[in-house]
T-cell receptor, first 114, second 113 residues
Framework: GAVVSQHPSWVICKSGTSVKIECRSLDFQATTMFWYRQFPKQSLMLMATSNEGSKATYEQGVEKDKFLINHASLTLSTLTVTSAHPEDSSFYIC??????????FGPGTRLTVL | QQQVKQSPQSLIVQKGGISIINCAYENTAFDYFPWYQQFPGKGPALLIA?????SEKKEGRFTISFNKSAKQFSLHIMDSQPGDSATYFC????????????FGTGTRLKVLA
C-alpha cells in the first residue's frame, strides 16, 4: 500500500501556543487529504477534507479558525492547532486519497496540551 | 442515515479460531466498504475492501462477506493469531465526490494464545 508519514509523532505544548502537524504522501500524489481526530478507545472522527490548492471543507462542529488546514501540494498537507488548550489533546491522523477510493493513513500524531 | 453500525464492541477468540465482525449501513448510495486494522498508538492500516458488485472477497486469512439487500457486510478472520489482536474498523463511502469515509465504532479483538 501507499505510504503516508506524519511529523511530529508526538508533541507536548503549553496552553495558548500553536502546533503544526505535517502529513506527507511519500510514494503517491494525494489530490485529497483527510484529517481525523481520535480519542482513546473511540472511532475516527473526520475533521476536514482538503483538496490540493483549495480551501478545506470542515465537518460540522469543527472550528475552522482553530484547526487551520493547508494543502499546498499533492504530497503535503498541514494541520495547525491554534491557541491550543488541554481539551485539544488528542490523536490526530491524516490520510491521503488513492486512485480507487482507498484512504492511506499516516501513523498519527499524539498532541498533549499542558 | 449516514451511520455505520458495527458489532460486537469487543471480541475474544482462541488462537486458530474464526473472528467475525459485522457492520450495517443505511445509505444505499454507499458503494465502497473497506476494513481497517489499528494497533495502539498507530494509524489504521487498510486490510481489505469490497464493492457491491461482488458478494465476497478473500485476501489471505481475511474475507469480506457482503449482503447488498440486507445492507450488511462482515469481516471474517480465519485461523486467528495473537498478532491479530487489534481494533478493527469498518467504513463506508461513495465513489463519487470527495469519497469521505463513515467509520464504524470499532471492535477490539483479542486472540488468546
Amino acid at each position: 500500500g501507499a505510504v503516508v508519514s506524519q511529523h511530529p509523532s508526538w508533541v507536548i505544548c503549553k496552553s495558548g501556543t500553536s502546533v503544526k502537524i505535517e502529513c506527507r504522501s511519500l510514494d503517491f500524489q494525494a489530490t485529497t487529504m483527510f484529517w481525523y481526530r481520535q480519542f482513546p478507545k473511540q472511532s475516527l472522527m473526520l475533521m476536514a477534507t482538503s483538496n490540493e490548492g483549495s480551501k478545506a471543507t470542515y465537518e460540522q462542529g469543527v472550528e475552522k479558525d482553530k484547526f487551520l488546514i493547508n494543502h499546498a501540494s499533492l504530497t503535503l498537507s498541514t494541520l495547525t492547532v491554534t491557541s491550543a488548550h488541554p481539551e485539544d489533546s488528542s490523536f490526530y491522523i491524516c490520510s491521503g486519497g488513492g486512485s480507487y477510493n482507498e484512504q492511506f493513513f499516516g501513523p498519527g500524531t499524539r498532541l498533549t496540551v499542558l | 442515515q449516514q451511520q455505520v453500525k458495527q458489532s460486537p464492541q469487543s471480541l475474544i477468540v482462541q488462537k486458530g479460531g474464526i473472528s467475525i465482525i459485522n457492520c450495517a449501513y443505511e445509505n444505499t448510495a454507499f458503494d465502497y466498504f473497506p476494513w481497517y486494522q489499528q494497533f495502539p498508538g498507530k494509524g489504521p492500516a487498510l486490510l481489505i475492501a469490497i464493492r457491491p458488485d461482488v458478494s465476497e472477497k478473500k485476501e489471505g486469512r481475511f474475507t469480506i462477506s457482503f449482503n447488498k439487500s440486507a445492507k450488511q457486510f462482515s469481516l471474517h478472520i480465519m485461523d486467528s493469531q495473537p498478532g491479530d489482536s487489534a481494533t478493527y474498523f469498518c467504513a463506508a463511502s461513495t465513489t463519487s465526490g470527495t469519497y469521505k469515509y463513515i467509520f464504524g465504532t470499532g471492535t477490539r479483538l483479542k486472540v488468546l494464545a
